[in-house]
């Protein structure tokens, strides 16, 4: 009787222990099965939004030193008009921005080669670049040329520099306006020194290697605005408008960048930022339609 009721528990037992493991392993293998079901079902929206364009970095190809569209600020950062407007637009399209330092004279080059996916710095639009085949936004932007001198230079007029030396930025609408249009007033000049940026220019003005600066409007004001010494001859000498510039085939790409602009104007957030330059407002085309 006891060795029956013995075998009985002994039974019992080893059922219990049967039973208990395999409750364990399929509970074991839930997880798993659940985990791998939810990757698969996940890697294809990922691989969707890859596809569909919806994530991607946005590489804005700058003048690193053009107030006050683009330039570095004193902590080392890249900010100004144009480049808070694009940061914009990439926070609304969900994009990641990168800001990219284009040498001004080779700002197409460097956009043909990639490095950049469009170039947005107080750019002029120009129709040999259309005839080209860059896609070219909508003007945001009417600008004109002018001169900057010395307060105590004597210079108030144009007429005023014949036989004086004028600094232009390479690759610029000022330069090809000087080359072109307004080669006759360039002719009077005794020199017309070329310089890679803007401050170089600004610098030779500073250290009287040349007598004025042939410069765009906005980034006159900033200058004079921040330093003194300096005031703008009182004469437009040349009318433009400022566009953003894509590489050919890219219309999709500008048609996105232009309907997020046309979204910051319609909530405000443009003119937010906008009045932070209150220098380039009156001129800002989408502010003064």
């Known amino acids: 009787m006891k060795k029956l ?32 079901a939810e990757t698969e079902a996940a890697e294809p929206e990922a ?86 085949g860059y896609i070219i936004s909508k003007p945001y932007f009417y600008n004109t040329q002018v001169l900057l001198v010395k307060e105590d230079s004597g210079l108030a007029s144009s007429a005023d520099l014949a036989g004086k030396s004028v600094a232009v930025q390479l690759g610029t609408s000022g330069e090809s306006l000087l080359q072109d249009d307004l080669k006759d007033l360039a002719d009077t000049f005794s020199e017309v020194v070329t310089c890679d940026s803007f401050l170089k220019c600004f610098t030779e003005l500073d250290g009287n290697a040349v007598d004025a600066v042939f410069v765009d409007l906005p980034v006159a004001l900033s200058y004079v605005a921040e330093h003194e010494g300096f005031t703008i001859i009182n004469e437009e000498l040349g009318a433009e408008e400022y566009g953003i510039a894509f590489r050919s085939g890219d219309q999709a790409l500008c048609d996105a960048v232009e309907g997020a602009v046309a979204e910051l104007v319609a909530d405000g957030t443009y003119a937010q930022i906008a009045a932070k330059y209150p220098d380039i407002v009156d001129n800002l085309i989408f502010l003064n339609e």
């Open 5 to 36: 009721l013995a075998l009985c528990l002994v039974s019992a037992l080893v059922l219990g222990l049967t039973a208990c493991g395999g409750s364990s392993s399929a509970d074991s293998s839930a997880p798993a099965e659940q985990e791998t």
């Open 47 to 132: 691989a969707e939004t890859e596809a569909g364009g919806e994530a991607r970095t946005f590489i804005m190809g700058i003048d690193p030193e053009y107030p006050p569209f683009s330039y570095m600020d004193d902590k080392g950062d890249y900010t100004g008009f144009d480049v808070e407007i694009c940061q914009a637009v990439c926070d609304r399209l969900g994009w990641e921005m990168q800001v990219f330092g284009v040498n001004w004279d080779q700002k197409l080059v460097q956009l043909d080669a990639g490095e950049c996916d469009c170039v947005w710095s107080g750019m002029t639009i120009l129709d040999s670049m259309k005839e080209s």
